[in-house]
């Protein structure tokens, strides 16, 4: 079957739908030989509605099959295993929904034809459903508070409903996708499917030859003999627009307004909308690219790889502690100043610290009050060196004069500079990144993590 066939009837199963004959459509789909993972979708939802469950299921696994990125098909099929009471795998594919959507509180499906908003605080809200169906509340609280901060005052209601009736362990309503709401072909390419005559019938205007009846094509004029008197003006390179970004994931147009691209090209996005959709430029062509598809590319700056360091430029000191941290010292400075600055980043006393040039802190590698500093920025590179930092052990019995807290919810980390514990953990207090998220030590790992899942508790109540 070729496109255009494809096309026309993809359109009229959806007019078939419009005039409620949802029986003709689905036959109009299934009779489609080589269908696209949105008909794929079209398919499972026509199925859902006449409940038809193992045949919506194995509808939504194509419409997967052919893209594994499309969240829509990851929320549907979720709940058609929640009706199926397959609650363990309605929970991994709207764990896999939410994935799809990185980050981002929704995404709008209107430029590719489906006009529906799919929302990452009604993914979360369905995951505690779920989870709430297997048993599992406190996991369920979990993923309804974290749907607060991807929540939008149309859903408010709906989050806070949801919450009540787990503090009191009572289910609460699946979130729907909405019926007859499918994906419809592009309206450019349905307006293209009748056939047109943009050339017309020739008509003779005038003519030296009397009941000349020519309607072919006017002949070759002869070309300018001289050459232009001015030479062609240079053309001058512009700038590139926009910020480059790398396409992570293969992306196959389906309308006119989208670009094809795929991984390892680098796109220059124009614009991104609130629909998580980017407008981009691609050797000199602009479309539309899902924004998840792409990440952010630094350009090198030539300037700063050949800049000259100046005699006042500070010294950038790498230290290498439990993590690693970066200061910024004068040049020519002291041990007490070296020292000082460090112990303000890694909020440690001065005197508690050791300095070293290696990571074995033994012999001459050691920096104190009695090493000549100017051997030691002598060693550096461009203003640039490395040490190493060691924490003295207590020879007093006094402990150190740290912050700990206690774990009040387990946290998986998601991110490599997140800290991942369990509910009960004691974490080190190390720095405040912002109000929202702090940095600290668990079990010989060390990252950030958010503030409101932990308390802090006396040094003498561990």
Known sequence: MSFLDTLRQWDEAVASIDRQDLSGALQMFLSIKEPNSKIYFDIGCLHLIGEDLDAAEKAFDCSIGKDEHLAVAFFQRGITFYKKERFEESLADFQRAFKTLRGNQLIDYKALGLRYKLYACEILHNMALAEARLGRWEPAQENLVKALNYKTETKLSIIDKALQSTLKQKLFKLVEFPSKVLFKPNKHYVAELEKKDYLGKAKVVASIVPQDEFSGFAPLQPQVEDSPTDPKAPEVLRALEGDPHTVLFEFVPETSDELAVVPGNIVFVLQKGADNWASVVFNERRGLVPYNYLERFTLPSKQNAV???????????????????????PPGSD???????????????????????????????????????VKVWSGGNGGRITLWCNVKEQTDGKPENQIHLVALHSYESSNPEDLTFHQGDTITFLSKVNQDWWEGRCKGDSGIFPASFVEEVPVNGQ
């Open 335 to 373: 041990f007490t100043t070296l020292v000082n600055t460090i112990s303000k980043k890694v909020k440690i006393p001065a005197d508690s610290l050791t300095l070293s040039l290696t990571s074995l802190a033994t012999g001459p590698t050691v920096i104190d009050a009695n090493t000549e500093m």
């Open 307 to 329: 800049e000259e360091r100046t005699e006042n430029s500070p010294y950038i000191v790498k230290v290498h502690f439990t993590y690693s941290v970066a200061v910024c010292v």
